[in-house]
């Protein structure tokens, strides 16, 4: 299975994360990135999905708190 | 090497009112106005370069108008860094903290798992801050603030580390340095990045002289930041 990945919106830094998926959007945890409607937003300031970008970045000790 | 030059005029360019569509977004009496230069891509301004090294959001705003600015809105992740070259910024975040910062201080705001800000131009006399957003080292860290005061006169003609590890008075959570230089004479001052795998931008700014028929030359400054 391909891993994971992580995408931060550019416009506040929500973090995205397909292993967590959005489960209160609908989204279950596993949810690829694909699969999220092209007309998405972030939930926290509107930006649209398309100006979301990847990062490989680790989480910080103790993150994420399910 | 790869190098580029951006030149001022080719920045995106945004203005938003304090009336209209955009009242919650911006903050002031009515009237007020933001103004903003973006180096590189960010919201409806999407033409140019997506960022530089860690570095994801430049600007150059202009608060004019009594109270502008942004209202209260929620960050995760991103560090961001505010210097105010004129005028006095009010901020406000969910830390905690409200502070007068004002020409010459800035500060590194990381948002990590979670934080909300507020920056306003209470005064209403023209505030002038750029801000760079910088990816962070990981996500969702604990939220912090640190804020100092970069004292020019003392720093006068000398390349001042502002943020970043050893020697930077404010550490951040990235491997990036900010540094400033203020000089008025000509000179040769050397920017020495930590390795060949790290990147220089550098901001030229020719500060204006404020008094019209004066003679002497205006001071020029230059901001380095690294990655």
Redesign the interface.
Known sequence: MEPFK?F????????YDEALGLPEQGFPPGTRWADIPDDWVCP??G?PKR?F?M?E????PG???A | MQSFVLRAADRGYGRYVSTGPTSSYISGHPESVLTRHSSF???EY?EGR?GFGRI??FGEEIFSGLGCGYNM??????IICAFVLRGCLTHINTLGKVDEVKAGDYYVFS???GGKHAELNIAGEDLRVIYIWF????????PSYRRTHFDAAASRNRLARLVGAPDGVLPIDQDVRVSRLVTDVAGTHVYRPRSGAHGTLCLRHRRRCPLRGRVSRPPGQHGAVGH
Do not use: M, W
């Open positions: 992580r931060l919106c550019l416009g506040c830094g929500f973090l926290d300031c930006t100006l970008e990062v970045i680790e989480y910080a993150q994420p708190v | 891509n960010f919201h999407q997506a994801r959001v809105h929620p960050h995760h992740n991103f948002a990590g798992s990816l962070p080292g990981k996500l969702l860290l604990p």
